[in-house]
């Protein structure tokens, strides 16, 4: 089954920008999901148990390096095979 989240991440912090570019980056270094972002979320596509493996993860490393920090997701489940009949 695959996997779509929609991510924004609010650091509690002055200089909020680069916390979140770096996440964006290592989410993007990982062949295996699809990742797409806009001004305000960063959209993340893949097999379920392998975008909540890298999404706890990088969470986890997020909340490490920055301290405090707020995600907010929407998560959506859909067979890709059904999605593309759809179209």
Do not use: W
Request: charged content about 20%; glycine content about 4%; hydrophobic content about 40%.
């Amino acid at each position: 089954m695959q996997v779509m989240v929609e991510l924004s991440l609010y650091p509690l912090v002055n200089e909020y920008i680069p916390p979140i570019q770096t996440f964006i980056d290592r989410l993007n270094s990982y062949s295996e999901l699809s990742v797409s972002t806009s001004s305000t979320s960063t959209q993340v596509t893949g097999e379920y148990a392998e975008v909540m493996k890298v999404l706890g993860e990088e969470m986890q490393r997020t909340h490490e390096e920055v301290g405090q920090a707020i995600f907010v997701a929407k998560f959506l489940n859909f067979d890709a095979m059904q999605a593309r009949k759809s179209s």
